[in-house]
């Protein structure tokens, strides 16, 4: 099973990537690519050695996920599980410790809740790169992929 989900984790992620290279966008540039009905928004997330992170990047359209500016997100936030219930956080981070342990692309989905009072189903892919000093940056897509209805 874990086979099967590195398998299709990969196979998003080059998708992702592909559909970024056939807009004319690299993945932490921006702009809207969609998945079905909604934007994602492209993050440039980095991890460091000594545990340090930020966001180094957040295009426009974070405010269509999260609801607020992408500025606002990168000062409120150091990773891409900003306003994620406290349920489901683990697990997204983990999710990242996993891509990290093996080099290999991330995926997770994971619920928020905006500023507004929404609840939302977010998916995330990205692909690490490690950095000259010991550290890890991913270029991530995240999407909004709640259903209709999604109830907590």
Not at 76 to 88: I, K, S, T
Request: proline content about 5%; charged content about 20%.
């Amino acid at each position: 099973q874990a086979f099967a989900e590195g398998a299709s984790t990969q196979i998003k992620t080059m998708f992702w990537a592909e559909k970024a290279r056939t807009y004319g966008l690299s993945l932490n540039e921006g702009g809207p690519i969609r998945t079905g009905r909604v934007a994602g928004a492209s993050l440039t997330y980095y991890h460091g050695r000594d545990g340090t992170e930020w966001i180094e990047n957040a295009s426009p359209e974070t405010r269509d996920i999260w609801g607020i500016s992408g500025d606002d997100y990168i000062t409120a936030y150091c990773d891409v599980f900003g306003m994620c219930l406290v349920e489901d956080y683990p697990m997204a981070r983990a999710s990242f410790g996993n891509s990290a342990g093996g080099m290999i692309p991330w995926h997770h989905k994971w619920r928020i809740r905006t500023p507004e009072g929404t609840l939302r189903l977010l998916e995330g892919h990205g692909l690490p790169v490690s950095t000259p000093g010991g550290g890890i940056t991913w270029e991530c897509i995240v999407s909004d992929a709640t259903p209709e209805g999604l109830q907590v």
